[in-house]
């Protein structure tokens, strides 16, 4: 069987506080792309559970996302992981903001219940990926919705008009604990207006969703890389993007665009700077 991982990026993202626990309460706007990884399941005639990924520095069997999220799914029903082959080509880029392991991660998920005769609801199946990874539950319903709590607690909001995305990863690499300690240490001095991206869904108008689009993280970056990330997104809206944001802890940043023309101009521009830029649409 084929199953493909859509990436996701972050139309809003606030980090709301730091809980007992240790993990921190986060609020939202989530959104999947066409960009996207292609996983193979098939069965290994009793081989137990094996996992191979088109790149090689991508840790194997259990230790893969997509691994991972086979051995909860068997633990659910009771049973381990008898026979299973996991290929994965990736094209989503790697610790990006783009969810690529806990996408993977969701569509094995959505592979194996479709080859197993459907056991679980896609409610329960969220469930049982949230012991693979925060952004799985996520990952396994996709399209427009809103994550909360630690990303777990989803509601599915109106889809967001259909447009064009530029997707632009930078080669510095971001800690994603660091980025949580410099927010922890800080008072946030801007957050995204969730209520008014809801709003603004909610009327269907694409402008309004664009110009709504925050991230409390690119604060929060170190002032060589919040630098670096303003000039991609100035260059995304200097080729007519509606809005640019990044997504996750990055490095990604993306803009929105209604017109396909302007979109496949700015994804060569920085193409020519970035080696990991791509052309998507929304799902
Ligand atoms: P998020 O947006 O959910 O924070 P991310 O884009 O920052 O995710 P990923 O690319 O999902 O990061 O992966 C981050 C880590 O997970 C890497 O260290 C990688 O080695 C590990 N990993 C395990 N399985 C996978 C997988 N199938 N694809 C990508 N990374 C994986």
């Not at 990926?129 to 777990?152: F, H, K, N, Q, W």
Request: overall charge negative; glycine content about 10%.
């Amino acid at each position: 069987m084929e199953v493909q991982a859509l990436a996701k990026l972050n139309l809003t993202l606030d980090v709301l506080g730091k809980r007992p626990d240790g993990y921190h309460d986060l609020r939202m706007v989530m959104q999947s792309i066409t960009l996207s990884d292609t996983l193979e399941l098939a069965d290994n005639a009793g081989e137990g559970l094996r996992v191979e990924s088109s790149l090689h520095f991508l840790p194997a069997g259990e230790k893969n996302l997509a691994g991972k999220a086979a051995v909860c799914f068997y633990q659910a029903l009771g049973r381990d992981v008898r026979s299973l082959d996991i290929r994965l080509t990736k094209r989503i880029p790697v610790c990006a903001g783009m969810a690529g392991g806990s996408s993977d991660a969701a569509a094995v998920l959505r592979g194996l219940n479709e080859l197993e005769g459907n056991p679980f609801t896609p409610t329960e199946l969220a469930r049982i990926g949230e012991r693979v990874g925060s952004d799985v539950p996520y990952c396994v319903i996709g399209g427009t919705a809103l994550a909360e709590g630690r990303g777990e607690i989803l509601t599915p909001l109106p889809a967001l008009p259909p447009c064009w995305v530029v997707a632009c990863k930078p080669d510095f690499p971001v800690s994603t604990p660091e980025l949580f300690g410099r927010i922890d240490s800080c008072r946030i001095r801007c957050r995204p207006d969730t209520e008014g991206m809801l709003a603004a869904l909610e009327s269907g108008n694409l402008g309004a969703v664009a110009r709504r689009m925050y991230n409390v993280f690119e604060d929060a970056l170190p002032d060589r890389q919040r630098t670096s990330m303003a000039e991609i997104k100035n260059v995304l809206i200097q080729c007519g993007a509606l809005g640019a944001n990044m997504s996750g802890s990055g490095p990604t940043a993306f803009g929105l665009f209604d017109e396909e023309e302007a979109a496949r101009q700015a994804a060569q521009l920085l193409g020519q700077s970035y080696r990991e830029t791509f052309l998507a649409r929304t799902v």
